[in-house]
Nanobody, 123 residues
Framework: VQLQASGGGLVQAGGSLRLSCAAS????????MGWFRQAPGKEREFVGA????????YYADSVKGRFAISRDNAKNTVYLQMNSLKPEDTAVYYC?????????????????WGQGTEVTVSS
């Protein structure tokens, strides 16, 4: 599986962005998909994940209620809708795919990673 993240950019605090992650391969619908981020000078951290069908999602406390993950298996794409953005959301955002049944927040639970897309939130 190859992953290509896009949609990053510069946005003012309080604004919104939608990231996309396009996947290659015919078995996209059998992968748990996750989003992670890495802020400057910090370790990469879990943002959220979505199940095969899209029926189950899980989020880090720091983004809960502001971010939403969805997927379109027909388009082999997963999305991260980010609302009410804060300067502390500034980071490079990565999508990842896990060949497993249940959701996981662990980075080593994911088998494939995209290249990252940069999000900058100005105050």
């Amino acid at each position: 599986v190859q992953l290509q993240a896009s949609g990053g950019g510069l946005v003012q605090a309080g604004g919104s962005l939608r990231l996309s992650c396009a996947a290659s391969g015919r078995t996209f619908s059998r992968y748990v998909m996750g989003w992670f981020r890495q802020a400057p000078g910090k370790e990469r951290e879990f943002v959220g994940a979505i199940s095969w069908s899209g029926g189950t999602t899980y989020y880090a406390d720091s983004v809960k209620g502001r971010f939403a993950i969805s997927r379109d298996n027909a388009k082999n794409t997963v999305y991260l809708q980010m609302n009410s953005l804060k300067p502390e959301d500034t980071a490079v955002y990565y999508c990842a795919a896990a060949n497993r049944l249940g959701l996981t927040t662990a980075q080593d639970g994911y088998d494939y990673w995209g290249q990252g897309t940069e999000v900058t939130v100005s105050s």
